[in-house]
């Protein structure tokens, strides 16, 4: 039985990614949907338009090419930025080939996070949909009023959920809240 590879990876139900040197290098339909791109615009470009700031963007980078440099793989769970511009939880595993220049060729696998992925590996996964929800558009800059009208729920709501996330991640500001949310 002959297996067509190209047609696995592109209707694999996950977002699958080869990266070269932190570009795409292709991506899968079930990728380019979670991001609300299409294939062909995603390929070539860069994988810093996909995370909420430059700085997360390189902070990131820096952390799993040496995570990648030492063991070969790397799982984590962050927050990153659709093409429309919405913030959105996911699961990210990847491997590299060129352990000796990390992010030379790599291959990557986007699960989307949502209501049934709670497993305990993780504080952030241990987060409600709603704190996730509130998580992201506080890491977008969001005003607590503007987060309440974005959510359609009350400002008081959202200052419960600020307190439970400062709880959660044991800081005392929003501020320390987000560089957690975004360095891991």
């Known amino acids: 039985m002959d297996v067509d590879f190209r047609l696995a990876f ?8 080869i990266g070269r040197s932190r570009a ?4 899968n339909h079930a990728f380019a949907r979670m ?3 299409s294939m062909d615009g995603l390929v070539g470009q860069s994988f810093e338009r996909l995370y909420p700031t430059q700085s997360d963007y390189e902070e990131t ?35 590299t080939y060129t352990p000796d220049d990390a992010h030379e060729h790599t291959l990557w696998v986007f699960s989307e996070l949502g209501k049934a992925e709670s497993d305990g590996q993780s504080l952030r996964t241990s987060l409600t949909p709603r704190e996730r929800d ?12 503007e987060i309440a009208k974005a959510l359609n729920i009350s400002p008081r709501t959202v200052d419960i959920y600020r307190a ?8 005392n500001s929003t501020k320390r809240l987000v560089e957690l949310l975004l360095n891991g």
């Open 24 to 27: 795409l290098l292709a991506c």
């Open 35 to 37: 991001f609300r791109g």
């Open 134 to 145: 509130v998580a992201a558009l506080l890491i977008d800059g969001r005003t607590g009023k």
């Open 164 to 171: 439970r996330l400062l709880r959660k991640y044991n800081v």
């Open 61 to 95: 980078g820096k952390r799993v090419g040496t995570r990648l440099a030492a063991e070969r793989s790397y799982t984590d769970d962050r927050v990153m930025r659709r093409l429309d511009g919405d913030l959105f939880w996911v699961r990210v595993s990847g491997f």
């Open 10 to 17: 592109e209707n694999a139900p996950v977002g699958l990614v």
